[in-house]
C-alpha cells in the first residue's frame, strides 16, 4: 500500500543533542512538508519541499533543517538551538496544486 | 497574513446528538479549504475539499459547507466511533501548495 512512514514513532532528546526524523513515502508526490502540532494547537509548518533538491522555511524553521536529495526522502534535523523541541511532528506529501495533504503517522520527540 | 479559526475548542455530544463545528477564515483569494479528522497520537486523515462558496460534500454522518467567510462541519446522529479532534485548513491561491490549519476541535461522542 501506498502511504508515508515516519520513523521512530517516540523519541527521546538530551540537552544539546541533535536528532534526525526519517520521513518516507511511495505516493511519487512532489511536494513534502513538516509540521510540529504542540497540545491543543493547530498545525505550525516548519519547512517544505516542492521539488528534489529545494526546500523552503515555514513559518516556524528556526532550529531545524532539512535535506531533499531524493523524491522519496524529507528528513527533518532537530539541532540543539531549537529551545523548546518537545512536540508531536508531521510528515505530510502533495501532488499538485488543490490537493490536500496525505499525513504520515507522526514522531512524538521529548526532551529528557 | 492567512488565518484560520475553529469553534468551539471542544464538543462533548450524546450519541444521536447532531451539532455543527464552525471554522472561520481569511485568506487572499482561496483555493481550497480542507477538513481533517485525527484521532489520538495519529496523523490527521483527509475529509473533504470545499473550492468556491456554496460547495457541499457529504460522507457518512458528515457534512461540510463553504461560504465565503466560514465552513461548517455538520455531524448528524454522531456515533462513539466519531469521537476525534476535526481541523479544518485553507490553502491560499498565492500560498503554493502550503496549508494554513486552525487549532481544531475536540469532539467527544458519550454513548
Known amino acids: 500500500d501506498g502511504g508515508i512512514t515516519q520513523s521512530p514513532k517516540y523519541l527521546f532528546r538530551k540537552e544539546g543533542q541533535n536528532v534526525t526524523l526519517s520521513c518516507e513515502q511511495n505516493?511519487?508526490?512532489?511536494?513534502m512538508y513538516w509540521y510540529r502540532q504542540d497540545p491543543g494547537q493547530g498545525l505550525r509548518l516548519i519547512y517544505y519541499?516542492?521539488?528534489?533538491?529545494?526546500?523552503q522555511k515555514g513559518d516556524i524553521a528556526e532550529g531545524y533543517s532539512v535535506s531533499r536529495e531524493k523524491k522519496e526522502s524529507f528528513p527533518l534535523t532537530v539541532t540543539s538551538a531549537q529551545k523548546n523541541p518537545t512536540a508531536f511532528y508531521l510528515c505530510?506529501?502533495?501532488?499538485?496544486?488543490?490537493?490536500?495533504?496525505?499525513f504520515g503517522s507522526g514522531t512524538r520527540l521529548t526532551v529528557v | 497574513e492567512d488565518q484560520v479559526t475553529q469553534s468551539p475548542e471542544a464538543l462533548r455530544l450524546q450519541e444521536g446528538e447532531s451539532s455543527s463545528l464552525n471554522c472561520s477564515y481569511t485568506?487572499?483569494?482561496?483555493?481550497?479549504l480542507f477538513w481533517y479528522r485525527q484521532d489520538p497520537g495519529k496523523g490527521p486523515e483527509f475529509l473533504f475539499t470545499?473550492?468556491?462558496a456554496g460547495e457541499e460534500k457529504e460522507k457518512e454522518r458528515l457534512k461540510a459547507t463553504l461560504t465565503k467567510k466560514e465552513s461548517f462541519l455538520h455531524i448528524t446522529a454522531p456515533k462513539p466511533e466519531d469521537s476525534a479532534t476535526y481541523l479544518c485548513?485553507?490553502?491560499?491561491?498565492?500560498?503554493?501548495?502550503?496549508?494554513?490549519f486552525g487549532g481544531g476541535t475536540r469532539v467527544l461522542v458519550k454513548p
Open positions: 470545499l473550492y468556491s
Open positions: 519541499s516542492q521539488i528534489v533538491n529545494d526546500f
Open positions: 505530510a506529501s502533495s501532488p499538485t496544486l488543490n490537493y490536500g495533504y496525505t
Open positions: 485568506v487572499s483569494g482561496l483555493r481550497g
Open positions: 505516493l511519487n508526490h512532489d511536494a
Open positions: 485548513a485553507v490553502q491560499a491561491k498565492a500560498a503554493g501548495n502550503k496549508l494554513t
